[in-house]
C-alpha cells in the first residue's frame, strides 16, 4: 500500500465525523490510530510515519477551520446531555477535559449547560436522584441513615453538598416540574 497521504486521511476524518462527535483532540487521536495501523500493517519509514502524522496536523487544522470541528459546540452538546442525565457539573468539565476539550472551555460549557432560571447543579442533582430512585423519587420514606447515603452517593457523583440537601428536601411534584423545566430548556 502506498503512502498514507493527506487526501485519505481527510476522508477518513470526514468518515468518522459523519458518525460521530468529535472534538479536535479525540479526531486528532482516531486520524493517529489509523496512521499507527498503517505503519505497523505496511512495516513503513520512519519518514513516512512522520509525514503522515504531519498530515494528521495538517487535517485536523483544516477541519477547525473550516468549523466542521468546533470544540465549543461539542463541549456544550455534550455537557447538556450529561446534565440531562444526572450529572453534576463538575463531573462534566472533568469528562470533557478527559475527552480533549480545553479546561476553560469544559468549564464554560458545564456551567452554562443548565437552565437559566435553575441552578445547574440542583438541576443535575434532582435528575440525578430520579435515576437512582432516591430523595423524592424514593417510593417509600427513608430514614436518617438513607438520607445520609444518598447524600454520599451525591457527594461522589460531584453534587456540592448545598445542591444535593436542595434536591433531596424537594418534593416530590417540585422535583418532575424542575425536571420538566429542564427537558424544556434543552428542547
Given at each position: 500500500?502506498?503512502?498514507?497521504?493527506?487526501?485519505?486521511?481527510?476522508?477518513?476524518?470526514?468518515?468518522?465525523?459523519?458518525?460521530?462527535?468529535?472534538?479536535?483532540?479525540?479526531?486528532?487521536?482516531?486520524?493517529?490510530?489509523?496512521?499507527?495501523?498503517?505503519?505497523r500493517?505496511?512495516?513503513?519509514?520512519p519518514?513516512?510515519?512522520?509525514?503522515?502524522?504531519?498530515?494528521?496536523?495538517?487535517?485536523?487544522?483544516?477541519?477547525?477551520?473550516?468549523?466542521?470541528?468546533?470544540?465549543a459546540?461539542?463541549?456544550?452538546?455534550?455537557?447538556?446531555?450529561?446534565?440531562?442525565?444526572?450529572?453534576?457539573?463538575?463531573?462534566?468539565?472533568?469528562?470533557?477535559?478527559?475527552?480533549?476539550?480545553?479546561?476553560?472551555?469544559a468549564?464554560?460549557?458545564?456551567?452554562?449547560?443548565?437552565?437559566?432560571?435553575?441552578?445547574?447543579?440542583?438541576?443535575?442533582?434532582?435528575?440525578?436522584?430520579?435515576?437512582?430512585?432516591?430523595?423524592?423519587?424514593?417510593?417509600?420514606?427513608?430514614?436518617?441513615?438513607?438520607?445520609?447515603?444518598?447524600?454520599?452517593?451525591?457527594?461522589?457523583?460531584?453534587?456540592?453538598?448545598?445542591?444535593?440537601?436542595?434536591?433531596?428536601?424537594?418534593?416530590?411534584?417540585?422535583?418532575?416540574?424542575?425536571?420538566?423545566?429542564?427537558?424544556?430548556?434543552?428542547?
Amino acid at each position: 500500500m502506498p503512502a498514507l497521504t493527506e487526501a485519505a486521511l481527510h476522508e477518513a476524518a470526514l468518515a468518522h465525523l459523519a458518525r460521530y462527535a468529535a472534538s479536535a483532540a479525540t479526531l486528532a487521536r482516531v486520524l493517529e490510530r489509523r496512521v499507527a495501523r498503517w505503519a505497523r500493517r505496511e512495516a513503513a519509514e520512519p519518514e513516512a510515519v512522520a509525514a503522515a502524522r504531519a498530515a494528521v496536523r495538517a487535517v485536523v487544522a483544516r477541519l477547525v477551520a473550516a468549523g466542521a470541528v468546533d470544540d465549543a459546540a461539542f463541549a456544550a452538546a455534550r455537557a447538556r446531555r450529561m446534565l440531562r442525565a444526572g450529572r453534576s457539573p463538575r463531573m462534566a468539565a472533568a469528562q470533557l477535559a478527559a475527552r480533549g476539550v480545553a479546561t476553560e472551555t469544559a468549564a464554560r460549557a458545564s456551567a452554562a449547560a443548565g437552565p437559566d432560571d435553575v441552578a445547574g447543579d440542583v438541576a443535575a442533582a434532582v435528575a440525578f436522584l430520579r435515576r437512582r430512585r432516591f430523595g423524592p423519587f424514593r417510593a417509600v420514606a427513608g430514614s436518617t441513615e438513607v438520607r445520609t447515603r444518598e447524600l454520599a452517593a451525591l457527594a461522589r457523583a460531584g453534587f456540592p453538598r448545598a445542591a444535593a440537601r436542595t434536591a433531596l428536601d424537594m418534593a416530590p411534584e417540585a422535583a418532575e416540574a424542575l425536571l420538566a423545566r429542564l427537558r424544556q430548556s434543552r428542547g
